[in-house]
């Protein structure tokens, strides 16, 4: 990282040498002020550029690994996994601190069969631990199924819980899928989310409004689809301003 400053430093100090040039020419009597202006210009982006980087070091986020489990906290033998053979796929866990207890809470997707059509039976579960070790199903938050009114077979994956601080309330935000038949996840997907039905951090204990409103632009067509990852870092629904 030092060298390629320096070498940036280098190249800047070449380029303002090159943009002074012509008024020492054209001043020759005071080429001493020009070179006194160019090295207090130096100096002066020097410190900005020493000052950013000092800026981007402290403000790095790092992780660090505490420890890890010899087997999984959640098997194949738990008794909350006995219907979902095929296991977990994505997900995120979140810490959550009500009242003076603090809990962790999971959502994550499950496969309700294995092989090939394990990826066409997804659905979404929320699940919880006291201690981050001993977890227990809380909800099952979607299941995977057709529609009545479209005829539609919906899918959901890659859920994240998100505390929002202005609406104050939990969302899950998810990929939605809807096909014409039974058929596996595929790409692209549709961006959406599901509110808490209880304001409040406590609301992350209740229900939540499935299968939720579209966070991409709606399109012209049902079912919608949309690259999730162009548009997540919105956080908005449809209209939301």
């Known amino acids: 990282m030092k060298q390629k400053f320096i070498i940036k430093n280098i190249a800047l100090t070449i380029l303002i040498g090159m943009m002074l040039l012509p008024l020492a020419v054209l001043n020759a009597g005071d080429s001493i002020t020009v070179r006194k202006q160019f090295k207090e210009l130096k100096s002066q982006l020097t410190l900005n550029a020493n000052s950013h980087i000092t800026k981007n070091k402290a403000a790095r986020l ?138 409040g951090l406590a609301g992350i204990n209740g229900a939540f409004e499935y299968p939720g409103e579209i966070v991409a632009p709606s399109g012209v067509a049902h079912p919608t689809d949309a690259a999730a990852s162009s548009i997540s870092a919105t956080l908005k629904a449809e209209g939301e301003k």
């Not at 104050?168 to 996840?185: E, L």
């Open 62 to 199: 790092q992780l660090e690994l505490v420890k890890t489990e010899p087997i999984p906290v959640i098997g194949a033998n738990h008794p909350d996994a006995k219907d979902i053979p095929a296991g977990f796929e994505a997900g995120t866990t979140v810490k959550v601190s009500i009242k003076g207890q603090t809990s962790y809470h999971m959502v994550s997707t499950t496969m309700e069969t294995i092989g090939n059509t394990r990826w066409a039976y997804m659905r979404a579960e929320h699940w919880i631990s006291d201690d981050g070790t001993n977890w227990r199903r809380h909800k099952i938050l979607f299941r995977p199924g057709s529609n009545p009114e479209t005829g539609m077979w919906e899918l959901t994956g890659s859920p994240f819980f998100f505390f929002d601080e202005k609406a104050d309330r939990w969302f899950v935000y998810f990929n939605f899928m809807a096909y014409d038949r039974i058929r596996p996840w595929g790409t692209p997907t549709l961006l959406r989310r599901a509110g808490a039905k209880t304001k």
